[in-house]
């Protein structure tokens, strides 16, 4: 009895990392895609971050951290931003706009509650867009 059940769980273990695997793959595949859809539907242009760090040093348990990161689209085409993805549900992200002519600017509002952080902390912003780049990375960095 006991070999059947260890057998069968193993069987469980393996179609399941199987069935990750093929779903990581698909993702991917997913993404590669839209990408390439991205690049055929909207012309590609230029933009300028500065400053896509921001380090706050120490700060309290419990301290709202708020900061304004600025895409400048250098380009000749409007820039278009798809998606603001944070890799923390302590972040919140706003958008001023999400269609920025040449010459024009897009502020990236980013809010992080840190109730729930210990120690050193990382937290990523990832900007989807039609810039050549295709993406952007943001990073706000500290100790709790």
């Not at 896509?52 to 000749?76: A, Q, R």
Request: glycine share 4%; net charge neutral.
């Amino acid at each position: 009895l006991y070999v059947s059940v260890i057998l069968c769980s193993i069987i469980v273990l393996v179609v399941n990392i199987l069935s990750l695997k093929n779903s990581h793959q698909s993702t991917k595949a997913t993404y590669k895609q839209e990408s390439e859809e991205i690049k055929e539907k909207d012309p590609l242009t230029d933009v300028i971050i500065s400053s896509p760090t921001l380090k706050v040093g120490e700060v309290k348990k419990g301290t709202i951290i708020k900061h304004d990161f600025s895409i400048l689209n250098v380009g000749d085409k409007p820039l278009i931003i798809y998606d603001i993805i944070p890799d923390c549900t302590c972040t919140e992200c706003n958008l001023s706009k999400k269609l920025i002519l040449p010459d024009d600017k897009a502020i990236i509002s980013a809010v992080i509650d840190t109730k729930g952080k210990y120690g050193n902390f990382l937290v990523n912003i990832i900007v989807r867009d039609n810039s050549k780049e295709g993406a952007h990375r943001f990073i706000i960095t500290g100790h709790v």
